[in-house]
């Protein structure tokens, strides 16, 4: 969308989103049915704090690290007492 001029200055040197993104080649993308194990592993390995999440070549949304490490923990919890209640 294209925001109307306004009378604030900006200091950001007339830089668009195509001078700051990340080339679509240099993306870390994660595929609808990634497995937990793997999203995390992804996590370690980058900085980013999000991942783009696709379908082919559809985006279906992003996962936060912040969230992924909520449910990461979660399932932790859930399998450690599953294991319990199997032995």
């Known amino acids: ?3 109307p001029p306004t009378s604030r200055t900006f200091r950001d040197g007339g ?3 195509a001078h ?3 080339p679509a080649a240099r993306l870390v993308v994660v595929h609808d049915a990634c497995a937990l194990g793997e999203l995390q ?3 370690h390995e980058h900085a980013f704090r999000a991942f783009p999440v696709v379908q082919g ?3 279906l949304g992003v ?3 912040d969230k992924l490490r909520v449910c990461v923990g979660e399932c932790s919890v859930l399998m450690a007492s599953w294991r319990t209640r199997r032995s």
């Open 41 to 43: 592993r992804l996590a």
């Open 1 to 3: 969308p294209w925001l």
């Open 63 to 65: 996962v936060m690290r």
């Open 20 to 22: 700051t993104m990340r």
């Open 57 to 59: 070549e559809r985006l």
């Open 15 to 17: 830089e668009t989103a």
